[in-house]
């Protein structure tokens, strides 16, 4: 039997900036409102239309007086009455303009009568305790650039500044297409001959994740006519379309020869694997992807094509996993000529942390897609020894990993 060929394929990095090279995204705006705009990446460069406080407020919980009561010291605040000789003033508070100067309510304690008393200490000029207009925020002041990503504490500080429509960058609508005539919808108990599409959910929400407008189609059989319908309507109503399935050479992987008619291929087969069969191509001015069938090959492609192409229709970086330092639990081997994705499990250990990898082929490809970390191979690796010290992308946060 031959082995399969691992020669002459481009890297990822390759692959992709040729991608690229090949199309250029037509990205667009839309308005939306402040509490819609969570998530969404910013259109533009925002600055406030707010001076605040409007006019001087309080700095904090106390009373505002007049501060030439004060001129001499202390004054006889024995027959003071509340709103003439002073008035209270919370924090970020406004009052009345004759009274410039606020107290601590600490040092200033109003009497059943009204009267006040004032703690020795206090000392009271004009404008003390007083935050003037704009010593929060002044018109015009810069609050976020464009190509942000919008977070909670960002749509504080937009409606401090008034915004209340936010012109974000227009999510960019991927189609994806599950072929396969063995497949059934999730929900669905396979009978012989059948498997479950479990690609559908899983790349569905990776691309809401990546920031992305999903379009997810019904499952086509692997019929050639079905197939190039299903196309047609994806690359008429979509900015980037995913075929998944089909992208190798076997008999029924229609997907291939379809897009090679259809559009440009840029690259098939790339330097990654699970998934090395993964094809770029561009139709219509869009970007097309035939992603492999199998699960953890079509997440791999996900990770390293979908995500950049959603990335740079949408103008912003790919993200960065955070990455924790850990000692391999067993020898393993890699395919040295590829840039090998191994789904694995960190625990924490007296040293440190160790990590334990996933096969896929073994019949641990349910462990693997649960797993909380991964690590990708640079090309050139031929795999690594027991206590190797390897750096690993967590999956879920530090916090929930598990004690050895």
């Not at 936010?166 to 396969?180: H, M």
């Not at 139709?283 to 492999?292: N, T």
């Not at 960065?320 to 639990?329: C, F």
Request: hydrophobic share 45%.
């Amino acid at each position: 039997m031959g082995e399969k060929i691992m020669d002459g394929f481009p890297s990822r990095e390759e692959a992709l900036a040729d991608f690229f090279e090949a199309w250029e995204p037509q990205g667009a705006t839309e308005l939306v409102t402040l509490d819609e705009s969570i998530g969404r990446v910013l259109a533009r460069d925002m600055v406030s239309t707010n001076t605040l406080p409007v006019v001087r407020a309080s700095s904090f919980d106390g009373i505002a007086v007049k501060s030439a009561a004060f001129k001499d010291g202390l004054p006889d605040t024995s027959a003071w009455k509340r709103g003439i000789d002073y008035v209270r003033a919370d924090t970020g508070d406004d009052f009345p303009d004759e009274f410039d100067a606020v107290i601590m309510i600490e040092k200033a304690a109003i009497q059943p009568d009204e009267s006040v008393i004032l703690d020795d200490d206090v000392e009271v000029e004009p404008g003390s305790g007083v935050r003037p207009a704009g010593s929060t925020l002044k018109a015009g002041t810069p609050l976020l650039s464009a190509g942000a990503v919008i977070r909670p504490t960002d749509l504080a500080a937009l409606a401090m500044g008034g915004a209340t429509m936010v012109p974000v960058r227009r999510k960019p609508r991927i189609a994806f297409i599950p072929t396969g005539s063995e497949l059934v919808a999730a929900g669905t108990k396979p009978r012989r001959g059948q498997n479950v599409d479990t690609n559908s959910l899983m790349v569905k929400h990776m691309l809401i994740e990546f920031g992305a407008e999903p379009i997810v189609f019904p499952i086509v059989h692997d019929d050639p006519a079905e197939l190039e319908r299903a196309f047609e309507e994806a690359l008429a109503v979509a900015d980037a379309v995913v075929i998944n399935g089909g992208s190798a050479i076997g008999e029924e992987d229609f997907n291939v020869r379809m897009i090679e008619k259809r559009g440009t291929v840029v690259h098939h087969y790339i330097a990654a694997v699970p998934g090395r069969p993964l094809m770029m191509a561009v139709a219509d001015g869009k970007p097309v992807v035939d992603l492999p069938g199998p699960t953890l090959a079509a997440y791999y492609g996900c990770e390293w094509c979908l995500q950049a192409i959603t990335a740079r229709i949408l103008g912003i970086p790919r993200r960065l996993r955070p990455t924790v330092t850990a000692k391999a639990s067993a020898t393993s081997g890699s395919v040295p000529k590829m840039a090998n994705i191994g789904r694995c499990d960190l625990f924490r250990t007296e040293d440190g942390y160790e990590v334990r990898f996933h096969n896929f082929k073994a019949g641990e490809l349910a462990e693997c897609m649960v797993s909380n970390a991964q690590r990708i191979s640079p090309i050139g690796e031929a795999g690594w020894q027991e206590g190797d010290l390897l750096e690993v992308e967590l999956l879920r946060g530090e916090e929930f990993i598990e004690e050895a």
